[in-house]
C-alpha cells in the first residue's frame, strides 16, 4: 500500500523556468492538498480539491496552478519560478467526511537558483 | 482566522522521561485535531486523531487529549525513547466555512537524549 506518492524528491531550477509536481494516492480519498513547508512559518496550504473535478484555492495560491486530472492524481505547477518558491512541497489526501485523517508523501524538495 | 500555537518549540529531555507537548487553538469550532510526526527531511506521519467529540486517543506510549472549550490539546509522551526524536505537529481541522482545510501549528522539535 503506498499511501501518497510524490515526484520528484528533490529539483533545482533557474528563476524562470517551469516544472510541474506530480502527487498520486491510492486509497481512493475524495480530497487532496498541496501545502508549502518553510523554516518558520509552519505548513501553509497552496490548493485543494475537495473532489475530483473542484480546485480551490489556499493561503499562498500565488504563481501556483494545480489540476486534479482524476480521483488519484493532484498536480502541482510552477509556471515561471521564483526563488521564493524554494521550499518543501507535501501533497496530502484525506477521505471526504467529517472527522476523517489526512495522510501525507514524503514531500518533494525544490530549490529555484 | 484560526491560528495554532505549539508550545515549546523546542525540547530536549533525557530518556525515560514522561513529557507533554502542547497545541493551542484560537477557535474551538472545530471537526477534529491531528497530531503528526515529521523526521527530517521526511514527510508527516499521522500518529492519533481526535474527534471534536472525544477528549482523549490513545495509541501505544502516545495519549492526546482535547479540550475544545479551551481551544487546547496536549500529547503525552510516555518513557521517552531516542527514537521519539523528532518534529512534532498538530493540525486541527475547523468545523466553520471550508471544512477542508487544516490549520497547522509549527511544531516542537523533540530531542531524546539517550
Known amino acids: 500500500n503506498a499511501g501518497v506518492t510524490q515526484t520528484p524528491k528533490f529539483q533545482v531550477l533557474k528563476t524562470g523556468q517551469s516544472m510541474t509536481l506530480q502527487c498520486a494516492q491510492d486509497?481512493?480519498?475524495?480530497?487532496m492538498y498541496w501545502y508549502r513547508q518553510d523554516p518558520g512559518m509552519g505548513l501553509r496550504l497552496i490548493y485543494y480539491s475537495a473532489s475530483e473535478g473542484t480546485t480551490d484555492k489556499g493561503e499562498v495560491p500565488n504563481g501556483y496552478n494545480v489540476s486534479r486530472l482524476n480521483k488519484r492524481e493532484f498536480s502541482l505547477r510552477l509556471e515561471s519560478a521564483a526563488p521564493s518558491q524554494t521550499s518543501v512541497y507535501f501533497c496530502?489526501?484525506?477521505?471526504?467526511?467529517?472527522?476523517?485523517?489526512?495522510?501525507f508523501g514524503q514531500g518533494t524538495r525544490l530549490t529555484v537558483v | 482566522k484560526q491560528e495554532v500555537t505549539q508550545i515549546p518549540a523546542a525540547l530536549s529531555v533525557p530518556e525515560g522521561e514522561n513529557l507533554v507537548l502542547n497545541c493551542s487553538f484560537t477557535?474551538?469550532?472545530?471537526?477534529?485535531l491531528q497530531w503528526f510526526r515529521q523526521d527530517p527531511g521526511k514527510g508527516l506521519t499521522s500518529l492519533l486523531l481526535?474527534?471534536?467529540?472525544?477528549r482523549e486517543q490513545t495509541s501505544g506510549r502516545l495519549n492526546a487529549s482535547l479540550d475544545k472549550s479551551s481551544g487546547r490539546s496536549t500529547l503525552y509522551i510516555a518513557a521517552s525513547q531516542p527514537g521519539d526524536s523528532a518534529t512534532y505537529l498538530c493540525a486541527v481541522k475547523d468545523s466553520g466555512g471550508s471544512n477542508y482545510k487544516l490549520t497547522f501549528g509549527k511544531g516542537t522539535l523533540l530531542t531524546v537524549n539517550p
Open positions: 481526535i474527534q471534536s467529540s472525544q
Open positions: 477557535d474551538s469550532a472545530i471537526y477534529n
Open positions: 486509497m481512493n480519498h475524495n480530497s
Open positions: 496530502a489526501s484525506r477521505r471526504q467526511g467529517v472527522g476523517t485523517e489526512a495522510f
